[in-house]
């Protein structure tokens, strides 16, 4: 396994004389959303012009994607990201930086570090991430006010997934 600080990773996108925190917080997430969006919007399109090539691997096959929704789905998802994405990772950067910011080393944690990091941080988003899905699904107020919009298609397609209420998303 080959292991780099942050540092090199922002050195090696030409960021020069960035913190590497700014990294972490803006440059990857730029990335994420940019690719995520090409993606889905890719996506769609091939959704939208050759519907017949998907219907094997859909799991609803009766439903289709239609131009009203897709148009709906990029909309509600670009604005998410544009808007909403950056923000959240703002307020997470600047609670990383008040309780004392990103450990950073020049030599690799141990892989017992690595492994132990990583599953504790899968368990506890798996935990949050089912109680709080559970919440907006077993309160009518909160189902209705936030969580309906994410269930708004019937034809679920690529970018719906982030296709939520601001609250949801963040």
Not at 37 to 54: D, I, N, S, T, Y
Not at 106 to 115: C, D, F, G, N, R
Not at 162 to 168: A, D, N, R, S, T
Request: hydrophobic share 50%; proline share 6%.
């Amino acid at each position: 396994a080959v292991f780099a600080s942050p540092d090199v990773l922002v050195r090696s996108l030409g960021l020069l004389n960035v913190a590497p925190e700014t990294g972490l917080f803006i440059v990857l997430p730029t990335l994420t959303a940019a690719l995520y969006l090409a993606h889905g919007g890719c996506c769609v399109a091939f959704e939208l012009c050759a519907p017949r090539m998907l219907q094997p691997i859909k799991l609803q096959q009766s439903k289709r994607l239609t131009r009203a929704m897709a148009i709906r789905a990029i909309r509600g998802s670009t604005i998410n990201i544009l808007l909403w994405l950056p923000l959240s990772s703002a307020a997470l950067y600047a609670g990383v930086r008040a309780f004392g910011g990103i450990r950073f080393e020049q030599t690799p944690p141990s892989y017992l570090e690595v492994a132990t990091h990583l599953f504790v941080f899968v368990w506890v988003n798996e935990v949050l991430f089912f109680n709080a899905h559970w919440a907006l699904h077993s309160s009518r107020t909160l189902y209705r006010r936030v969580h309906a919009k994410h269930h708004a298609f019937s034809s679920p397609c690529a970018l719906a997934a982030v296709y939520c209420h601001p609250l949801e998303f963040v």
